[in-house]
C-alpha cells in the first residue's frame, strides 16, 4: 500500500488524451458490432421472404 501512495500521480495532459483515444476505440466497436448484427438481421429477413 505504501508504494501505491508514494507514485506521483499522472498529469492530467496524458490523461486527457488516453481518455480520447479510448473513447474512439470503444465507439469504433460498437459501430462494428452494430454493422454487423444489422447485416445479419437483413439476411435473414431476405431469405425468410424467399422462401414463402
Do not use: C, Y
Not at 29 to 47: P, S
Request: proline share 2%; hydrophobic share 30%.
Amino acid at each position: 500500500a505504501e508504494d501505491f501512495f508514494r507514485t506521483p500521480a499522472a498529469s492530467n495532459e496524458s490523461f486527457s488524451t488516453l481518455r480520447k483515444e479510448l473513447k474512439e476505440i470503444v465507439r469504433s466497436k460498437i459501430r462494428k458490432n452494430t454493422r454487423k448484427t444489422q447485416v445479419w438481421k437483413r439476411k435473414k429477413i431476405n431469405t425468410v421472404k424467399k422462401r414463402k
